[in-house]
């Protein structure tokens, strides 16, 4: 008898947890305050910068080296500050193009 009133407790309790976790969650979500909203429009910007690097299997490739990727990086960002800075992104951005058809190619295959 004791024993069931006290498993109902625990689990009642465990409810009360979880829906104040949603709550929690969901204002977090929804909080319209400017500096959470830029830290949003930052952190969604971050993983998608993250998601070209593996797309262009920069991780395989280097075996996830940092300071390799870093060091590509820095490597383009100079040939970007270069006096062929349009002819550079000119190239780079045709082959962009070219590996995001050929990667939605592959996904529909």
Known sequence: MLADQLAKTLASHKRSIQ???RLL????RHDMRDWR???RERT???IELGGLIA???LIELTDDDRAVILGLL???AAKLKGDNRDQQL??????GARAFT????????
Do not use: T
Request: glycine share 0%; proline share 0%; no cysteine.
């Open 90 to 95: 000119l190239l780079w951005r045709r082959r």
């Open 37 to 39: 909203v830029k830290r």
């Open 55 to 57: 797309k262009a299997e």
């Open 25 to 28: 969650a969901h204002r977090a």
């Open 74 to 76: 820095v490597e383009a």
């Open 102 to 109: 050929q990667n939605q190619l592959a996904e529909r295959s």
């Open 19 to 21: 829906a104040r976790n």
């Open 44 to 46: 969604r910007q971050l």
